[in-house]
């Protein structure tokens, strides 16, 4: 079976990976990540770590403690749901409610009933 089977959005990260659109990179301090994994999941380490060495323009986070830490290195971090705003201000997306409501259905992610709130209520006031 291949990574990610056949959950949502599987397709087009592999899609993405095979049009060179999406790369995959490790970081090449080790070491770096093994402290961060003392505090962090392996995948938010790595992530971290590699984008100290890339400097990205945003690193997508969606953990608290992935990004408190990510915060202390100067790293600025959004997370899926600033993603989705981001989507919507520039027309990509009708309805932040709409998309929220997938990812918990379909991706089982979870969010903050408060946050889901709040960005509902951001939306009215635009």
Known sequence: MEL????????????ARKSG???????SDKALV???????????AESIALALEIRPDVLLLDETEG???AGLY???V?????LLIQAKHEGLVSSL?????????????WIQDALYRRVLEAEEDE
């Open 21 to 27: 659109w999406l790369r995959v990179a490790e970081p």
């Open 78 to 82: 959004t997370g899926i749901i600033g």
């Open 97 to 109: 409610a709409e998309e929220m409501d997938r990812l918990r259905e379909q991706g089982n992610f």
């Open 74 to 76: 100067g790293l600025p």
């Open 67 to 69: 990004r408190r830490v």
């Open 4 to 15: 990610g089977g056949g959950r949502p959005g599987a397709t087009e990260i592999r899609d």
């Open 34 to 44: 093994r402290l961060l994994e003392q505090e962090l999941h392996a995948g938010e």
